[in-house]
């Protein structure tokens, strides 16, 4: 398994990790097979969509706070509950193809790690299938 930290910059945030997650792929001596992408937190996430243009994962986040507004009478004492609720709406993890040692993704797709309490330090976690 391969870990890396990202450094998240606000409370939400979308970084793009897919060239973090495919140097881990080289480390791992993956030629053919799929990775697990696995984000071991309670509060971010990991999802793949568009890199071309930033605004896709602007407004991703847009709507995500449309959907799980930052209060809402929640019951959780942290307050941090809309984060531990897009977290689970987004997944903790995702399963990439990997073909002559690379990750197998479409021409406009990216790793997004997602901040939804930021901003942290954060680990994100690669192991071959
Ligand atoms: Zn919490």
């Known amino acids: ?3 890396f930290t990202v450094a998240t910059r606000s ?3 979308f970084l793009d990790v897919t060239g973090e ?3 881990a792929v080289k480390e791992l001596a993956v030629a053919d097979g799929v990775v697990l992408v696995f984000v071991p937190h309670t509060t971010a996430a990991v999802t793949i969509n568009e890199g071309a243009d930033p605004d896709v994962v602007r407004d991703i986040d847009m709507e995500l706070g449309k959907i799980v507004p930052l209060s809402d009478g929640y019951h959780h ?3 941090n509950s809309a984060a ?3 977290t ?7 399963l990439v193809i990997v073909s002559g040692g690379r990750l197998v993704l479409g021409t406009w ?3 997004w ?4 309490d930021g901003p942290r330090q954060r680990r994100v976690t690669v192991q071959a299938v």
């Open 1 to 3: 398994m391969i870990e």
């Open 109 to 111: 797709q990216k790793l």
């Open 84 to 86: 531990h609720i897009k």
């Open 21 to 23: 997650v495919q140097a």
């Open 88 to 94: 689970s709406l987004v997944g903790s993890s995702e």
């Open 11 to 13: 409370r939400t945030d």
């Open 113 to 116: 790690f997602c901040e939804f």
């Open 77 to 79: 004492a942290e307050g």
